[in-house]
């Protein structure tokens, strides 16, 4: 009997020694795997995303019974029929419905009973102004010269004054689209972008005076070129899919440029707070009002440009101390530490 009893407590031992050895390894792999991860590539922190601007899955429909305003078919005489224009309205205002709700774009519906003007109609993309007078914030575009391949269609006059708070959009079949995407898609040809450009300039000649010239970028050092890429990805990523249709890459959307160290463009953008946010940089402060942030932008191999998080990047090693504290001299024009 003692001899079974020495040999229970054995196999308790054994079997203990082994668990507690499969624990050290499993640790000793996490460990191991976390280490690695500063050898890999530098991926985009999941934050930096734009999950929430979704649009939501369900669609809000106009009531089959809300009839089509008198107005409708205003166009008639220019190539637009009203059926197709009540239809454009429908589209605008359900896509418009999933951010206001149902009771809000019934109550704002009679006050958008038409298309403000119609710049024409080709292989069924039909190019418009949809009349948007301050009545819905997410249709107020940001305005600056648009630059479609090398057509210039401009909505400021030669004092930089807004003189115009619609962006022309095209529709086809029930989308909408950015004049430049539906180019870029081959639902615009070049000639109809030159058609189109030309009603525009009858209606707002002193867009066109010849002292008004193309975009040339916000900051200097930085090539207006790269810029306007950097402003697309931030639209693509931080825009709802109405806000995309009239934001243009040719306006300002950081606020200062702070060097290119190592392809990582840092830029600065304010936030919407009145805190201060100070982060630490290689043990170095860098405070900002308005809990404001620096992003570093990247293109990958494949041309596709990312945001990423100013300490990842440090961290990870792609800014030299010297990097850090060139920034810092930068920030200290722009923010003066107070005495």
């Not at 009540?86 to 589209?91: E, P, T």
């Not at 430049?180 to 070049?190: C, T």
Request: charged share 20%; with cysteine; hydrophobic share 35%.
């Amino acid at each position: 009997m003692k001899y079974q009893k020495k040999t229970s407590i054995n196999y308790v031992w054994y079997i203990s020694a082994i668990i507690f050895f499969l624990i050290i390894l499993f640790s000793i792999s996490i460990f191991s795997c976390k280490n690695d991860t500063n050898n890999e590539e530098l991926i985009p922190p999941s934050a930096i995303t734009n999950e929430t601007n979704e649009l939501p899955e369900k669609e809000i429909i106009i009531p089959k019974e809300l009839a089509p305003p008198s107005t409708v078919g205003s166009f008639e005489n220019e190539g637009l029929s009203a059926q197709t224009e009540w239809r454009i309205i429908q589209d605008y205002f359900n896509n418009c419905g999933q951010y206001y709700g149902p009771n809000t774009l019934y109550s704002l519906l009679p006050y958008y009973h038409n298309l403000n003007k119609y710049y024409g109609t080709y292989n069924g993309c039909v190019a418009f102004t949809m009349n948007t007078d301050g009545k819905i914030p997410y249709f107020k575009p940001d305005i600056g010269p648009n630059s479609i391949d090398d057509i210039l269609i401009s909505y400021i006059d030669i004092n930089n004054a807004i003189i115009y708070y619609r962006v022309i959009i095209a529709w086809k079949e029930g989308k909408f689209y950015r004049l430049r995407d539906a180019y870029d898609l081959g639902l615009l040809e070049y000639e109809n972008i030159i058609m189109i450009k030309n009603l525009h300039v009858k209606e707002y000649p002193q867009c066109y005076t010849p002292d008004i010239e193309p975009w040339k970028g916000n900051f200097d050092g930085l090539d207006a070129e790269t810029e306007k890429i950097i402003n697309q990805d931030y639209i693509d990523l931080w825009s709802n899919p109405l806000e995309k249709l009239i934001r243009i890459p040719e306006n300002k959307y950081f606020e200062y440029y702070y060097g290119t160290y190592n392809n990582f463009v840092i830029v600065y953008r304010k936030g919407q707070t009145f805190a201060f946010n100070t982060i630490y940089i290689s043990n170095i402060a860098f405070t900002f009002p308005s809990g404001g942030q620096m992003y570093g932008w990247k293109q990958d191999i494949n041309g596709i440009g990312f945001f990423y998080n100013i300490k990842e990047i440090n961290e990870r090693g792609y800014l030299s101390i010297d990097d850090v504290n060139k920034m810092y001299e930068i920030h200290q024009s722009i923010f003066p530490p107070k005495k």
